[in-house]
């Protein structure tokens, strides 16, 4: 089969939907393609709630990703029975989880999504395929003149032309089949001048993935077959960790020291406190909670609902990216995730004395999936394009610039905030933490310097592999995509390429206008980083 179009979206995550909303709404066409069979990436077939900056219910984000989180809250409000504290919480945290202020059920977003480009789908200017990869690219003098595309369950193949590609797959696919300038895992110091990067480059050092799961707790014996490789996970102990990955002790990310956890199984009352000095993972319960029994009118929920992507789960036992062992290391994410389930029902420590909780029970079908993990694993690190523009540590880092107040570029595009956070690593580093300025997205960095044709649109920008743990994020995502196709539109309406508006200032300062008009903020007030 063969598409034509204007723009060609390679990935439905974050940034691919916020890239397409963008350069749909400018009346041009698209094609979306997505492997998994919700769009939404990390929100979504990830399972992850938003990871966002504590003013996100002032300002810093784009209006159409608050459009986003608009929307998510509405659908509560119109389909569940909120109790009448809930339904007057103009701020509705749906899971009152301590990671966001919208935690969330995964297949919520995705019916918000899925009403957002619903416009476009039934006029025609946007066809989505879906499960689909990318697996060809044709170029010709740095053009990228086609991407080819298979269906994830008949195999069928889709020639997609079109005048501007955006690469938003979870892992930068695309840049490696369009012969695309990149880099993977960790830069030298010698290279970038960060003072957390590493003596030696090591393009197998990425953060570690994670494949998350939902449970909740309820009457009975939900207790799973005890997994075959159970001994191997409970034996497993990395040098720095302080414990067994097979328990409640994890480094607390900004001291690194083994710090125990608690799990309180549907608490009376809330844990609180500010994010800026309290990273809000101690309770791993009410962490990641996406569903509260308090948000709902009595009676309706048995129990709360978790999505579990904490710090147990981080896996490090390879890289997936440019790996010939790629299908064994997600193979063995997940066998991870699986034992640290099994081990919660049956052997963890109960405040009670006694151990395991039995009554933990997998949720397949608050995620879409059938044995109660994620669609896909949550992954924080992707390939990154040889940038015009790459943002360093020294950029961003409250340390090394001295203060906390927001770092800007002269070609910002939007803006983004989250403290450098970096996992334990494929390469056996602990967790890199560093405080970090209000930071905005330059342009630059989604450019590549050769590729004529082809965006960054996700989380394959031109960061290094520290500044991508700050630009990482839910809402930094949506903004980079969002500008991104912003700016293929901008292309096609004046006849430019990518390069000639990142080098003439009248034409950069055009796209920044362009940007304010639609509600994407490109500085911030002056707030302090932390």
């Not at 994830?152 to 005048?163: D, K, L, M, Q």
């Not at 030298?188 to 707790?217: K, L, M």
Request: charged share 25%.
């Amino acid at each position: 089969m063969n598409l034509t179009t204007d723009v060609a979206v390679i990935g439905g995550g974050l940034g691919g939907v916020a890239a397409a909303l963008a350069v749909l709404e400018r009346g041009h066409r698209v094609v979306l393609t997505e492997e998994y069979t919700w769009l939404g990436g990390q929100l979504t077939s990830q399972a992850v709630p938003p990871d966002e900056h504590i003013w996100v219910e002032q300002f810093g984000v784009t209006a159409r990703y608050r459009a986003l989180r608009d929307g998510i809250r509405r659908y509560y409000r119109d389909h569940y029975p909120l109790s009448e504290e809930a339904r007057a919480d103009r701020t509705l945290n749906p899971g009152r989880g301590r990671v966001s202020r919208l935690c969330h059920e995964p297949r919520v977003a995705v019916a918000v999504i899925d009403q957002l480009l619903a416009p476009y789908r039934s006029n025609g200017q946007l066809v989505v395929l879906q499960p689909a990869k990318p697996v060809e690219a044709a170029v010709v003098d740095d053009v990228v003149r086609s991407v080819t595309v298979e269906h994830g369950r008949t195999g069928i193949r889709t020639v997609i032309e079109a005048s501007f590609v955006l690469d938003a797959t979870e892992t930068g696919d695309l840049l490696p089949l369009t012969g695309t300038a990149y880099v993977v895992g960790a830069e030298a110091r010698s290279e970038t001048g960060e003072p957390s990067a590493a003596a030696v480059a090591d393009p197998e050092n990425v953060q570690s993935i994670a494949w998350c799961f939902v449970f909740d707790h309820v009457d009975g014996d939900h207790t799973i077959p005890r997994p075959v490789d159970y001994d191997e996970w409970k034996q497993l102990e990395l040098p720095f960790w302080g414990a067994p990955m097979l328990s409640f002790t994890a480094p607390n990310p900004r001291t690194l020291e083994p710090e125990e956890r608690t799990l309180d199984v549907n608490p009376a009352l809330d844990r609180s406190g500010d994010p800026r000095v309290d990273a809000g993972d101690t309770d791993l319960w009410q962490f990641r909670r996406i569903a509260a029994r308090q948000t709902f009118r009595e009676g309706f929920a048995p129990s709360d609902i978790v999505l579990a992507n904490w710090p147990q789960l981080d896996y490090v036992g390879g890289s997936i990216i440019d790996s010939t062992d790629r299908e064994s290391h997600l193979a063995a994410a997940k066998a991870q995730s699986l034992a640290y389930f099994h081990w919660l029902q049956t052997e963890a420590p109960r405040p009670d004395g006694g151990y395991g909780w039995p009554g933990l029970r997998l949720r397949g079908d608050v995620i879409g999936s059938d044995d109660g993990f994620a669609q896909a694993p949550y992954i924080r690190e992707s390939r990154r394009i040889r940038a015009l523009r790459t943002v360093v540590e020294q950029d961003i880092s409250v340390a090394h610039r001295g203060h906390g107040g927001p770092a800007t570029f002269d070609d910002t595009v939007g803006v983004g905030m989250y403290r450098i956070d970096l996992h334990p690593s494929t390469a056996g580093d602990n967790y890199i933490d560093v405080e970090c300025a209000p930071f905005e997205i330059p342009l630059g960095a989604l450019i590549p310097v050769r590729t004529k044709n082809l965006l960054a649109a996700a989380k394959n920008i031109g960061t290094t592999h520290i500044t991508n743990g700050a630009y990482r994020l839910h809402p930094v995502e949506w903004n980079i995509g969002e500008s991104a196709g912003e700016l293929a539109g901008f292309c096609l309406e004046q006849g430019h390429r990518p390069h000639d508006v990142a080098a003439e200032a009248a034409l950069t300062a055009q796209l920044q206008s362009r940007l304010g008009e639609v509600g994407v903020e490109i500085h911030w007030p002056e707030i302090i980083g932390y």
